[in-house]
Each structure stands twice: as structure tokens, then as C-alpha cells.
């Protein structure tokens, strides 16, 4: 079993911050690839940021600049700090992970998800 357990959202006002963490724990053999998703009232979820077993970083164009992913690699665990924070980015956040389990084919596993909530 895997489970992916983001935590860190919460209500902010524009302008602010906020920290996402998810953390990968269980029976993993390996990750590639772990990302951030969001998820808007009434849209379809959206690619936000990823980050590659090597570190390398890819963003939506409009989280450029604001948003930055990190990774810890001994923890499993993948960072999004979201600064500037807009109305926008109101959302939940899902923390996504590409990664092979033992005994288990390769293949994407989600969070529950985190709400962001930017509002004055």
C-alpha cells in the first residue's frame, strides 16, 4: 500500500503565502516524477508543477515566477511554497506521484487533496 498525505493549505489573503508538503510512504521501490495538481470549483484539475527524480523543475506558466517545488528525496516528501498568492489559485491542491511499489507496475498515485483558500 501507498499513501500520499499533503497538509498545508489553509485560507490566506492575497498577497500571502503558503507551504504545501506532501509526503509518499508505504511499500515504494522508487519515484520518478512527483507534482502538484489543482482543482477549482466547477473547472477540471490542472497541472500546477513537477519535479523530476534528478530535480528538475516544470510549471505552469501562470504559477512561473510565484511558485516553487522542491523535493526531499530521503523523505519521500515534495514542497510547493506559493507566494504572491492571487484569488486565483483558490483551489485543492492534489500532490501527485509517479512511482513504482513492490510488486506493483509503475504508475501514478493521488493525494486527498488540500484546500487553498486566497480571499480578502
Known amino acids: 500500500q501507498v499513501q500520499l498525505v499533503e497538509s498545508g493549505g489553509g485560507l490566506v489573503q492575497p498577497g500571502g503565502s503558503l507551504r504545501l508538503s506532501c509526503a509518499a510512504s508505504g511499500s515504494i521501490f522508487s519515484i520518478n516524477a512527483m507534482g502538484w495538481y489543482r482543482q477549482a470549483p466547477g473547472k477540471q484539475r490542472e497541472f500546477v508543477a513537477a519535479?523530476?527524480?534528478?530535480?528538475?523543475?516544470n510549471y505552469q506558466d501562470s504559477v512561473k515566477g510565484r511558485f516553487t517545488i522542491s523535493r526531499d528525496s530521503a523523505k519521500n516528501t515534495v514542497y510547493l511554497q506559493m507566494n504572491s498568492l492571487k484569488p486565483e489559485d483558490t483551489a485543492v491542491y492534489f500532490c501527485k506521484a509517479d512511482l513504482i511499489a513492490y510488486s506493483e507496475l509503475r504508475k501514478d498515485y493521488w493525494g486527498q487533496g488540500t484546500q487553498v483558500t486566497v480571499s480578502s
Open positions: 519535479i523530476t527524480n534528478s530535480g528538475m523543475p
